[in-house]
């Protein structure tokens, strides 16, 4: 349809309107619905480490709970107090675990993870421990090699549903 069709049969759809309404129909409107307000809300717990930045450890929306990159520091002492990629990698996901339960849902709920090695070599070590965490099915994931800070060796984020 070219533009000046189109304007034409724009100007006709409206001259249908206006002439219904001055018959006495009554015009009918529709109002867009909106939306029901979303509130997010955080998580704090005292099982994993308090945040060190501006960020909380969790926020959860609706029914999605979007966990922040954790390590595998030591809930109490805030450190990490572990050195080899297997007890990191445990004291990581203890960490997640506690933040996803206290946001009301489990690991088996958690259905997208983000895992970064700072060596990448690594992978089948922290295998191996994901999957003491993660039933099957497991979550859809990747797993990146990045430069990580204060000697973690792994940093693990998720996506869990209630």
Known sequence: MNRRKFIGAAAATAAVISTSNRRGAMAQTTKPKAKAAQKKSKVLTDNAPKPVGPYSQAIIAGNTIYVAGQGP??????????????????????NIKAIVEAAGSSMANVVKVNVYLADLKDFSKMN??????FPADYPARATI??????????EVECIAVK
């Open 145 to 154: 090699g990045a430069q990580l800070l204060l000697g973690m060796l792994i």
């Open 128 to 133: 191996e421990i994901y999957r003491q965490y």
């Open 73 to 94: 520091m030591n809930p109490k002492t805030g450190k990490i107090e572990v050195t080899t990629i297997e007890e990191q990698a445990k004291q990581t996901f203890e």
